[in-house]
């Protein structure tokens, strides 16, 4: 059992920011390409957030790229995830922003929270 237990509590992280539903991130993902690696970032609204903090915890990505919605689904604590940048926090009433899916142009955008 204690391997088990040891395998959980491994790889957590604790040099992630504060964020949720409505903010606006950019994730800096570790990308290998053959024997290359490189960081691409990848900015968005986050849409999701679920499982907590703890190991299997998720949040999903999504931004607009020429006209398609694109959404990214990142592990919580995943190694691939060099960084993680809050550039703007949203204001929303809800834990889930699915609707943003059907929604372009100004009718998609987020209010900003008001900073104290």
Do not use: C
């Amino acid at each position: 059992m204690s391997l088990l237990k040891n395998a959980w509590e491994a790889p957590v992280r604790a040099d992630l920011p504060e964020f949720g539903p409505g903010d606006n991130v950019d994730v800096h993902v570790r990308i290998i390409e053959g024997n290359k690696e490189r960081v691409q970032i990848f900015s968005g609204v986050v849409i999701a957030r679920s499982g907590g903090d703890s190991v299997n915890g998720t949040y999903t990505v999504r931004k607009a790229e020429k006209g398609y919605g694109v959404e990214r689904i990142f592990q919580l604590h995943s190694p691939k995830v060099e960084k993680l940048v809050v550039r703007r926090r949203g204001h929303v009433r809800r834990a889930k922003l699915y609707y943003l899916r059907e929604r372009s142009g100004k009718a998609a955008r987020i209010r900003e929270k008001a900073s104290r």
